[in-house]
DNA sequence: TTCTGTCAATTGAATGTTCATTCGGTTGCA
DNA sequence: TGCAACCGAATGAACATTCAATTGACAGAA
């Protein structure tokens, strides 16, 4: 039953993605969201309370599988270098190959549903993830210059976020080798 | 007569730009935008044929603005590695200074409409940005590694946004220092 | 096994709201 | 007098949400 229900909500998930891909928040209203997902649109209030809801559900939703698909287990115990620039690519090459998911949480990011998220003190502190974490990790076991971490954020998520939203844009994926040109450059660029 | 008509556009640009950062494309209605600019809803018909229309011309504005702002007649002499430096923090600088400028230029490009403007090849050509041709300036006059521009975009660029949206999240200014440190990390990482 | 009561899951037409857009009329200037 | 700028109530479409009705699964009684 709850596997049951896990499913129609993912169906619901999905459906949702694809439309704000195509359309923004805009282009997806609950009629075209529960015609994607085979489902009426009552059904959909069955599962969440609004709308906003729904969004704000999605977004813990991708998020989750974000992490999961960037930090691997089997990476984990690589020397930090190599860990960094694993991590890195990883990013690239997961939202290259979920335009969707990219799509949403950029437009995620840059809407009033984000500021009510961070606002909330307890779910700010949960929300400062993995990736931060991971360049903590980094300064305390002096592997990275001694940045604030804000900065050191900026200069390893903010030319990988570029490239992919250029990849999208111009509908022609990166080489590996230009990322692994553009990874080698932020490494030496924040190694100690 | 045409400076008055330019002057009722911009306080109606403005007065959307002001929405749209509070409330996101959802929370403005022309309504809103209406009393925020103090006119009323028909008059905005009298110099927008329609909303899509008015964020479409708000956001040529708004580019035309920003690129006033980065690229300055002053520092146009500079040798290639200073002017590098100084057009990447002006750009921080604008939009830390400018946030709802920067929340629309987000939002936009995350949305449908910036879409339909890539779709049309003679304005793609022109939006080719400065920064794009200042980079490629960099790389023909062999300031710049012999990199792919789209990599090289990425790691100027990227960093510069994502400094700027945690400075708006956090509500806190980045130090002119720590924007000297990242910017000499890009640089050494770009050089030749 | 068959029947029955229960409740979650599902449906989509109906509701009320919000919104973009229109238009008939007013103002003010040349 | 004419015309552009301006107004905001009126219109109709699109939308989120509700709800009364239907289905389906299943536990326990016969």
Redesign the pocket.
Known sequence: ?NI??TE?KEQIFRSTLQLVNAGGFH?????KIAKEA??????I???FP???DLIIELYWYCKEIINKHIFLEEQDNLPYDQRFRAVWKNVVLFYQDHEDLFSFMEQFYGSPFYEDIRKNVFQHKCERNKIFHFLEQGLEEKHLKDLHVRILLAAYLGPAISLVRSSLYEKTKIEESQLDQLVDIIWNGVKK
Do not use: F, I, T, W
């Open positions: 039953m049951q229900l129609k282009g997806s209203p609950m009629s085979e489902v009426a649109v009552g059904s209030y069955h599962y609004s709308k906003d």
